[in-house]
């Protein structure tokens, strides 16, 4: 549990402020959802079937090569699809799925790769959801701009009594984050049979994304002549 910082002194008062920043950045990373789906008649062929187009949507995607930061396999299921059968039941077709995610820095492939990834069969495609890397210079410049706002507002304070800053006495940052535009994030979903065409490429324009961040800080002032 912490305690209540110390009170100020006539010979050293004190000044407490917050400082805060808002950037508005293009965003570094955009993050698109595959989801690849097959059917049949028994489990050996759903299997088959679905191993064959998540092999294809692989290939697909690593053709694009340094475009693509990340690429992972998420969620795989059979399911049975089950039917009524006199007075009981018994297995009608069986439902293969598995979930890709994929990492794009390179904006130009984005609309091409959804495109093409879209039009395979039984194919669903979610996103993009556009985001900052956690390392961002963004985070940085945010926090940087929060703490001169701060110095800044303690020193128009100190001004305001005729006096001026001695020292800094405290610095507490209230975390800085990456927070959508309003409005939400674009998303497209798909689920095309093959065509022999490549189909046009699609225009996706990258978000902005809104970058905040906050600090209290804590300074002591030269005495004010009242």
């Known amino acids: 549990m912490t305690s209540d910082p110390p009170p100020g002194t006539p010979e050293a008062p004190r000044v407490a402020v917050r400082g805060?920043?808002?950037?508005?950045?293009?965003?570094?990373?955009?993050?698109?959802?595959?989801?690849?789906g097959a059917r049949g008649t028994d489990r050996r062929s759903a299997l088959e079937d679905l191993t064959r187009r998540n092999t294809t949507a692989l290939d697909l995607i690593k053709s694009y090569g340094d475009a693509v930061e990340r690429l992972e396999t998420g969620a795989f299921s059979i399911t049975p699809e089950l039917t009524r059968h006199g007075k009981g039941e018994r297995v009608r077709a069986?439902?293969?799925?598995?979930?890709?995610?994929?990492?794009?820095?390179?904006?130009?492939?984005?609309?091409?790769?959804?495109?093409?990834?879209?039009?395979?069969?039984?194919?669903?495609?979610?996103?993009?959801?556009?985001?900052?890397?956690?390392?961002?210079?963004?985070?940085?410049?945010?926090?940087?701009?929060?703490?001169?706002?701060?110095?800044?507002?303690?020193?128009?304070?100190?001004?305001?009594?005729?006096?001026?800053?001695?020292?800094?006495?405290e610095l507490a940052?209230?975390?800085?984050?990456?927070?959508?535009?309003?409005?939400?994030?674009?998303?497209?979903?798909?689920?095309a049979a093959e065509a022999p065409d490549t189909p046009p490429a699609l225009n996706l324009e990258p978000q902005r994304q809104t970058v905040t961040a906050q600090v209290n800080a804590r300074f002591t002032m030269h005495p004010p002549a009242l």
């Open 94 to 169: 069986y439902h293969g799925r598995v979930h890709l995610t994929a990492e794009l820095t390179d904006f130009t492939a984005l609309g091409e790769l959804t495109t093409r990834l879209a039009d395979l069969d039984l194919t669903r495609v979610d996103g993009p959801w556009w985001t900052l890397r956690p390392d961002s210079p963004a985070h940085g410049a945010a926090r940087r701009q929060a703490v001169r706002e701060a110095v800044q507002r303690a020193r128009e304070y100190a001004e305001a009594l005729g006096t001026t800053l001695a020292a800094l006495i």
């Open 20 to 36: 805060e920043a808002r950037l508005e950045v293009d965003p570094e990373i955009a993050r698109v959802g595959i989801t690849i």
């Open 173 to 191: 940052d209230l975390g800085a984050e990456n927070t959508p535009m309003a409005g939400g994030t674009p998303r497209m979903a798909f689920a």
